[in-house]
């Protein structure tokens, strides 16, 4: 995972392999808002208002603050069993303030303090390669 800073506020980007993505419907059902319905505006562009919250599936683009009381979440990718997370763990985030936990699509798990899922700034792919944050085809965030 890459970190660029937009804005002061951690940007993440996150490849994920298939076997990542494929975990996201494993967790469907177990996050709080899983086609990300709350407050659009503000946490999911309407372009990735989808099952993997972003314009290309392999990459999660997402701003690294907890939505409960902006803390660091950590990455904890590993699936399975360890400290502070179920035994079911399909890899993701740990909020360790007060343990909000998020998927890999950054969308949180129920029953957790944090209200939202992780938010997704506006972004474009120009080209290949080049991903620009801040900005999308309706113009700049
Ligand atoms: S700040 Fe993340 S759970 Fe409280």
Redesign the pocket.
């Known amino acids: 995972m890459k970190t660029v800073e937009w804005r002061g506020k951690p940007v993440w980007i996150l490849r994920r392999t298939p076997d990542m993505l494929a975990s996201l419907k494993k967790t469907d059902a177990q996050v709080a808002d899983a086609k990300s319905e709350r407050n659009p505006a503000e946490f999911t562009p309407e372009y990735c208002m989808n099952e993997y919250r972003s314009i290309k599936p392999e990459y999660l683009v997402a701003i690294g603050i907890?939505t409960?009381?902006?803390?660091s979440?950590s990455t904890k990718f590993a699936p399975g069993p360890q400290s502070s997370l179920p035994d079911d763990w399909q890899g993701g985030f740990l909020?360790p303030?007060?343990?909000?936990t998020f998927d890999l699509a950054g969308r949180v798990f129920k029953n957790?303090?944090?209200p939202d899922n992780l938010p997704v700034p506006r972004h474009m792919y120009m080209g290949e390669g080049k991903l620009v944050i801040g900005k999308d085809e309706k113009g700049e965030a």
């Open positions: 907890c409960h009381l902006g803390c979440p909020c303030c007060h343990g909000s957790k303090p944090a």
